[in-house]
């Protein structure tokens, strides 16, 4: 009779556990979807490599999560959804950028904060945008447009 409470009360610790984890999870990551954010948007000619769980950030912190990129059919462009907490009051000249973690590290959005007075309302869109730096084009570049120019020296 004593096996069965012992296993009875080993198993509820494991689900205790387990509802831990699973509550820290939906916490950090944002997942769950928090109320006390706001959803944001913005286009992108390219989306850099962005996926939901992106993070945003203002000044170097992470502020918000990217929740949903898909490509605009009638536009084709990248249409960005993202949340901000509710007490982040983002002017309307706001921009927004791709950022990198380095030359091999994943990419987050900057938020760049402008100076106007109106801020954005919940579900708008900032307009103001800079496209990730891709990094293999400017090699690319690089290698090509100095090639061409020594190719063109006239031998002496």
């Known amino acids: 009779m004593s096996r069965g409470i012992l296993e009875t009360l080993v198993g509820a610790l494991v ?12 916490s950090s990551t944002g997942f769950g979807g928090s109320g006390d954010s706001y959803s944001l948007s913005a286009r992108f000619e390219n989306a850099g490599g962005m996926t939901p769980g992106t993070e945003v950030r203002l000044s170097g912190l ?12 009638e536009l084709f462009l990248a249409d ?9 009051k983002l002017p309307v000249d706001t921009v927004l950028a791709v950022g990198s973690d380095g030359l091999l590290g994943g990419r987050y959005l900057k938020l760049i904060p402008g100076t106007e007075d109106k801020v954005l309302a919940p579900g ?5 945008v800079t496209p990730p730096v891709d990094l293999l084009d400017l090699i690319g570049r690089a290698i090509f447009s100095s090639a061409g120019s020594s190719g063109n020296a006239a031998p002496r």
Do not use: M, S, Y
């Open 15 to 26: 689900l205790v556990v387990a509802a831990g984890f699973a509550w820290f999870a939906v």
């Open 80 to 88: 960005v959804r993202f949340t901000v907490p509710n007490t982040v």
């Open 62 to 73: 992470k502020v918000g999560t990217v929740t949903a990129v898909r490509l605009d059919p």
């Open 124 to 128: 708008e869109r900032v307009t103001r």
